[in-house]
């Protein structure tokens, strides 16, 4: 593990094991030096351990620049099971894995991520201490996947700002891939802000209802990466932006929900050189840790996790104007600020 191509120093991985129902499941603990390592958990049928160990490391390293962006006093951690998440046997996996969690004392805090929603992390909880974004600490129908579709929003119009001098969105056109909790809440909150929308998602019950609430034109999955609009926000899967897609992207920013949306690192350049401003995927999609994560260590009201995830505004745009003053990828920037903010706590 210690040669893998995406270990970087990590302090902790965990392999978890429980034959009497079957877990398998990976935590990574990338750095606790701002404090305890949090990050969600995700369930997902992986085609081999080796996919899951490579998942788990590059999401740890992407939890401790995101919790160190967003100002949060803590490290980064995640962890993956490799499973089905629509197995009948579920709620047994997600037992399991709460008393392995519990094991480490604190050291990593557990959430919703692919394949796990509020109400498993309430399951989770019945075993282990260290988890948040339970459902039970929400008001009924709430999802703290809202937060996160309010900081990509306020991220998408920071970066508005910052390409057309305004981020007053009427008139502007947005491609959006993926319509779940993330996408779908992004795309009410485009409509209400005058935003046109073009969308895809793979899910057709899901498009008809976007197209119908919001007047959104649906368009072939495949292509959605390359319609001529203002803006392309990636709210489905990671590596989006690879050498098939990135000369087909036809948006002057993209900032989605998505994780890992750099296929590598170098596309970040890539797309610089395209003079395509992107908002680094851990930046746009911080809400949703801002608004749930703080809880771990403070007990703020709903009103006042939603005006925590405000702050996405300005590291949005200190990021792209340091990159347009650098003539540097913004998403190299925002790895730059995350290392120093760690470094110095160190
Ligand atoms: P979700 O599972 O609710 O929704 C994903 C949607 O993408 C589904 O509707 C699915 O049908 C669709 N999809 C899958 N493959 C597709 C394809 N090829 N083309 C178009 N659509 C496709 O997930 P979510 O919670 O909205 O998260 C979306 C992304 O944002 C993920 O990458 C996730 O890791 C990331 N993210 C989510 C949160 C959160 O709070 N939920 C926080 C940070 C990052």
Known sequence: MFDHPEFDGHEQVVHCHDESVGLRAIIAIHDTT???????CRMQPYASEADALTDVLRLSKGMSYKNALAGLRLGGGKCVVLADPSTPEKHALLHALGRHVQSLGGRYWTAIDVGVGPADVDVVADECDYVFTRASEYPAGFDPSLFTALGTFTA???AAEHVWGTDDLHGRTVAIQGLGATGRDLARQLHEAGATLVVADIDRAVVS???NAYGATAVDPATIHAQPVDVFAPCALGSVVDDDTLPAIGAR???GTANN???EARHGEALRAAGISYVPDYVANG???IGAAARIYSSPTLD???AAVARIYDTTRQILTRAAAESRPPSDIADDMARR???AAR
């Open 304 to 306: 006042e996790s939603r």
């Open 287 to 289: 809400g949703g840790v």
């Open 253 to 255: 920013v993209i900032c």
């Open 34 to 40: 701002l404090g305890p390592a949090a990050g969600g």
């Open 261 to 263: 949306q750099l296929a």
């Open 156 to 158: 998408l119009r920071a």
């Open 341 to 343: 903010i760690i470094a």
């Open 209 to 211: 209802h976007v197209v």
